[in-house]
T-cell receptor
């Protein structure tokens, strides 16, 4: 059984650029959630996708958007990057309502 | 806001039991208590969860008070590899709206 994977591991962008982060969910899981974790803080919920539809959103602006594909993998897109977007971005997959399993994260640095 | 309260940090000697407390006085009847941990710069790792009965698995034990307003995670024989931030979270398990609200957790230091 393959766990949750994320790509890339690290990346560096400049202010105003756009970024796409990718997540492959654990086999059999139909729900993907995305979290942002700033240094020294707990993860903050961005949004969740269930069967290709957004199913709940945290307090993040519209420039944070996502997609879920038929194979349940997912993308997180962030437009017009700001310095405060520098963080560890975590993806977690689950079966509906069950335990969430996290990937290793993508470390984004915005200069 | 997180529905749980945890001490910001704790120390435990290697080989001893680590007992991590969590208060969740506003827990709802359909909400489970979950524990995750996060080792430096890695993704959070699921440890254990429970509704009202005590639970045990290969990693830890979870003790939930009868009124469900607090719980304790027990690592029976702590090792240096257990040094991590431990998060106690409550949320409905069988619910499509299953986003997790993390607090700041407890930073557990295992001392050699």
């Amino acid at each position: 059984e393959t766990g949750v994977t994320q790509s890339p591991t690290h990346l560096i962008k400049t202010r105003g650029q756009q970024v796409t982060l990718r997540c492959s969910s654990q086999s059999g899981h139909n729900t993907v959630s995305w979290y942002q974790q700033a240094l020294g803080q707990g993860p903050q919920f961005i949004f969740q996708y269930y069967r290709e539809e957004e199913n709940g959103r945290g307090n993040f602006p519209p420039r944070f958007s996502g997609l879920q594909f038929p194979n349940y993998s997912s993308e997180l897109n962030v437009n017009a990057l700001e310095l405060d977007d520098s963080a560890l971005y975590l993806c977690a997959s689950s079966l509906t309502g069950a335990t969430q399993y996290f990937g290793p994260g993508t470390r984004l640095t915005v200069l | 806001d997180a529905k749980t309260t945890q001490p910001p940090s704790m120390d435990c000697a290697e080989g001893r039991a680590a007992n991590l407390p969590c208060n969740h006085s506003t827990i709802s009847g359909n909400e489970y208590v979950y524990w995750y941990r996060q080792i430096h710069s890695q993704g959070p790792q699921y440890i254990i969860h429970g509704l009202k009965n005590n639970e045990t698995n290969e990693m830890a034990s979870l003790i939930i008070t009868e009124d469900r307003k607090s719980s304790t995670l027990i690592l029976p024989h702590a090792t240096l590899r257990d040094t991590a931030v431990y998060y106690c979270i409550v949320y409905p398990r069988r619910n499509r709206d299953d986003k997790i609200i993390f607090g700041k957790g407890t930073r557990l230091h295992i001392l050699p």
